[in-house]
């Protein structure tokens, strides 16, 4: 039972790369495109910077969700229509908050975001340097 339980968890885990692939795969083949190729460039780094917040570890332009696809959408609407990268950045701010940048700002409300790894890193390096005293009283 127990081998049969690691082969569904490992063939579970094998599955979700080529799933999210083929994810990405197909909203990039569904996605309008502009046939002046400076503005799909722009459409394409624009989108790389956002964060789809279905998915959280992927941008707007890997995901294949429903949610990437309306925003994909509405950036290349505003790009169309003459908006500036910062203007359509600020946009969805405001409708979703800073978390659908890829790249959140450090403001008040988000430094929590910046200074907790480097928290959890000195802590893990405090909790690594405690075993290791520990273990050097015993032995000498």
Not at 36 to 65: F, H, K, P
Not at 78 to 83: E, S, Y
Not at 120 to 128: D, I, S, Y
């Amino acid at each position: 039972m127990k081998h049969v339980l690691a082969f569904l968890l490992l063939a579970v885990a094998l599955a979700m790369p080529a799933h999210s692939r083929a994810a990405a795969v197909r909203a990039a083949a569904v996605a309008e495109t502009f046939s002046d190729s400076t503005m799909e460039a722009r459409a394409r780094n624009l989108q790389r910077q956002l964060r789809c917040l279905v998915c959280q570890g992927e941008s707007i332009d890997e995901s294949g969700s429903p949610f990437a696809a309306d925003v994909r959408h509405l950036v290349r609407q505003q790009i169309a229509d003459g908006q500036s990268d910062q203007k359509i950045e600020d946009f969805l701010v405001a409708r979703y908050g800073a978390y659908i940048l890829m790249k959140p700002p450090l403001q008040s409300n988000t430094w929590l975001l910046w200074l907790a790894p480097f928290a959890v890193l000195g802590l893990a390096g405090a909790v690594a340097g405690v075993a290791i005293k520990k273990a050097a009283s015993r032995e000498g």
